[in-house]
């Protein structure tokens, strides 16, 4: 697609003048952009290159720069600046948005490890902690008497109501409710629970 460019009389190469193929390029000139490619190519990958600092982004980069450039043809306008300035500062910006994309993607990723670390690390504390606290639990039942023990552990691990307690162990229901009030103060003094 490259086109050799043209010369001037003494058969040195001529520079090719970047607002003129600008302009056709905004006209859908093929050839034009082509020129403008081969002109542009090499400062938008040094550019891109020292920015980004990875080879193959570098490239990627670049071509969408390259792209970029053949779609917004039509926006240049030689009265803010070159040519080669303008390739320059879209070629800047989309590096420097590449970078902080990379960037991103990398935070949200340690983010994300981060937050499964302390998940794990908080589910273990957790079991840990519930063991210790039904350790505790069960040698503090072992301090009630046998009625208020057989009580709490109907009501609090079967779910039995007051009534079915009583009828299970066939004592009267001021009696459980008693020994039942009794037993979780106990419990609660034995677990160091303040009220």
Same mark, same amino acid.
């Given at each position: 697609?490259?086109?050799?460019?043209?010369?001037?009389? #003494?058969?040195?190469?001529?520079?090719?003048?970047?607002?003129?193929?600008?302009?056709?390029?905004?006209?859908?000139?093929?050839?034009?952009?082509?020129?403008?490619?081969?002109?542009?190519?090499?400062?938008?990958?040094?550019?891109?290159?020292?920015?980004?600092?990875?080879? #193959?982004?570098?490239?990627?980069?670049?071509?969408?720069?390259?792209?970029?450039?053949?779609?917004?043809?039509?926006?240049?306008?030689?009265?803010?600046?070159?040519?080669?300035?303008?390739?320059? !500062?879209?070629?800047?910006?989309?590096?420097?948005?590449?970078?902080?994309?990379?960037?991103?993607?990398?935070?949200?990723?340690?983010?994300?490890?981060?937050?499964?670390?302390?998940? #794990?690390?908080?589910?273990?504390?957790?079991?840990?902690?519930?063991?210790?606290?039904?350790?505790?639990?069960?040698?503090?039942?072992?301090?009630? @008497?046998?009625?208020?023990?057989?009580?709490?552990?109907? #009501?609090?691990?079967?779910?039995? !109501?007051?009534?079915?307690?009583?009828? @299970?162990?066939? !004592?009267?229901?001021? !009696?459980?409710?008693?020994?039942?009030?009794?037993?979780?103060?106990?419990?609660?003094?034995?677990?160091?629970? @303040?009220?």
């Amino acid at each position: 697609m490259s086109r050799p460019l043209p010369t001037t009389p #003494a058969g040195h190469t001529a520079a090719p003048d970047l607002a003129t193929l600008m302009e056709q390029t905004a006209r859908g000139d093929k050839e034009a952009f082509s020129a403008l490619y081969d002109a542009l190519s090499p400062l938008v990958f040094g550019i891109v290159v020292k920015v980004v600092r990875d080879r #193959a982004q570098s490239e990627e980069v670049a071509q969408e720069v390259m792209i970029d450039l053949w779609r917004r043809a039509a926006h240049y306008q030689p009265g803010a600046g070159s040519v080669t300035t303008w390739t320059a !500062t879209i070629a800047h910006r989309r590096a420097v948005d590449r970078v902080r994309s990379a960037q991103a993607a990398a935070d949200r990723e340690q983010a994300r490890a981060a937050r499964e670390h302390t998940t #794990a690390f908080d589910e273990v504390a957790e079991q840990v902690e519930t063991r210790l606290d039904s350790e505790q639990v069960r040698r503090c039942l072992r301090g009630l @008497t046998e009625l208020q023990n057989q009580a709490v552990t109907l #009501a609090y691990y079967r779910g039995l !109501t007051y009534r079915e307690v009583a009828e @299970t162990l066939r !004592t009267p229901l001021p !009696t459980i409710k008693t020994r039942m009030r009794d037993g979780l103060i106990r419990l609660r003094d034995c677990m160091g629970v @303040t009220t």
